[in-house]
């Protein structure tokens, strides 16, 4: 080896024993580790003791069907199919929706592309305390097409698709910042 090489194979060696002492700091969000070094409850334990409340919203109207499905698609999140454990907090959440035609037909004047929007607020109460741990607000945007006005069909059930992708990211976005909470505790 010659001595050219030595302050290259220095800067390797350091970088090298630095990842190594910091291999230790990382953990799996939702690994099998515990919570803190007091041996706390898993996050998926935390996470299936959520009780997520019925989202209100007028009736009969198609919030009121995505409120459903936001819920359902956020239970299956919180406790990943399986059974929710006995309850320690309640998740409140309040929903509108929105829609804007982003591309119109010039010769027709009718919407080729819509977008559909969500914006959600939620909070998450500890029910030992009924103090609000985490409050946020959260939205979706998709886009969706029109197709002709022979077409009226397919339009409907691409806002519906629309509708249900926009309650998808809903419930995962709420997820993951309340897994970030119980992991990191902010």
């Known amino acids: 080896m010659s001595l050219s090489n030595a302050p290259r194979l ?10 190594g002492l910091t291999a230790g700091c990382f953990q799996p969000l ?13 996050i998926i ?14 009736q009969g109207g198609r919030l009121a069907r995505l ?12 406790t ?8 320690a907090y309640r998740l409140d959440i309040q929903m509108s929706s929105t829609q804007l035609q982003v591309i119109v037909d010039i010769n027709s ?3 080729e592309i819509q977008n559909y929007g969500i914006d959600a607020t939620y909070a998450l109460f500890d029910l030992a305390s009924n103090k609000v741990v985490v409050r946020g607000t959260t939205f979706s945007r998709v886009s969706y097409n029109i ?6 069909f397919s339009g409907d059930r691409g806002l519906r698709d629309a509708e249900n992708r926009a309650a998808k990211v809903i419930a995962e976005n709420i ?4 897994a970030s909470h119980f992991a990191a505790g902010t």
């Open 175 to 178: 997820q993951q910042r309340l």
């Open 10 to 19: 220095m800067r390797v060696l350091l970088a090298l024993s630095l990842a």
């Open 67 to 78: 409120g459903v499905e936001v819920r359902d698609q956020l239970l299956f999140e919180l």
């Open 80 to 87: 990943g199919g399986g059974p929710q454990s006995s309850s």
């Open 45 to 58: 334990e935390k996470m299936s003791s959520i009780d997520v409340t019925p989202i209100k919203s007028p």
């Open 30 to 42: 939702y690994g099998d580790r515990t919570v803190g070094k007091s041996g706390g409850s898993a």
């Open 109 to 111: 004047a009718r919407p």
């Open 147 to 152: 197709p002709g006005q022979q077409q009226r």
